[in-house]
């Protein structure tokens, strides 16, 4: 793993950004990347085919994979939807808009199919994941509940076999901070991956998640993460923007941290502008994150 590598500072080699929060099409999140000097970028759906990457077949991941490779960036992160919902035995914290009995109860039942065949669904992310040059795959920790702590020992024990599956592959699993899940914060972050041991097992972090689940993610959040677990942390476009003050978030103070740490992955941008101006916000965004790079 590239953690290993001796010491540098961070520089544009660490930035990367996810394909379908910069553009409408491929080839258009392939033009940016070039626009940009990007060596990497994250996944996670497929926009023309309407469907996450790992639910892909394998011909369109192999024509993916081909368009990185004639691009020249590889694949810092595949971004899944993997175990976001409620699992079996859990109760909500907030009921979903609208939930009729009826409604419930199919509901229910649907998402616990999807946690029956989670094996077989994380196996389709492992072969996506080796077919597109990946080595690390995003999961959440199950719909929130009252009481979100009581639940690690049950997500300890479904973690477990996917992090000993992806290590055969020598693919990492990384879980993700957010606010309707089990684990929203950077405090449960560093709660939770402290309980797997294994080098394949780490976290995504995303600060405005944690804002979101009203944490001040700097410095206060970032005080209590497991950094040396962190495997890819990811920035919004309303972390960096001055149209969004109440949102923003000290980038530059973080990534001097992350510097001073000996963090040496990736920091993807995560646009998610819901406006009609994406791809604007995409630009302005990248142009700010390259901006505060050159600068540390």
Known sequence: MDRLLAKSKL?????????????????????FARRYGLQWVEVRDIKEKKKEYYL???????????????????????????????????EPARAARNDTPERKAKRLASEKERFD?????????????????CDKIRVFAG?????????????????????????KHK???????EASQNVATSEELG????????PWFGYNWDPNNAHSAKEVPFPDGYKKLPIDRMLNCQIKARDLLPEFPAD????HDIMENLQKDG????????THIFDGTLIEKANLSMKEILRIVDSL
């Open 171 to 177: 693919i990492h699993v990384l879980v993700e901070n």
């Open 56 to 90: 892909s077949s394998e011909a369109e991941l192999k024509e993916m994979a081909a368009s990185f490779k004639a691009n020249k960036v590889k694949v810092s992160f595949m971004n899944t939807g993997l175990l976001k919902y409620t699992w079996p035995g859990m």
């Open 248 to 251: 923003n978030v000290p980038w």
């Open 11 to 31: 520089d544009r080699s660490h930035v990367s950004a996810i394909t379908d929060e910069i553009c409408m099409t491929n080839d258009e999140s392939m033009e």
């Open 143 to 167: 719909t929130r509940t009252a009481d979100p702590h009581s639940t690690y020992p049950r997500v300890v024990e479904v973690f477990t076999p996917l992090v000993e599956e992806a290590a």
């Open 263 to 270: 963090y040496k992955l990736r920091m993807g941008l995560e």
């Open 117 to 133: 065949r989670r094996m077989e669904d994380f196996g389709k992310a492992i072969e996506a994941a080796k077919i597109i040059g």
């Open 191 to 198: 709660m939770l991956v402290p309980m797997i041991k294994s």
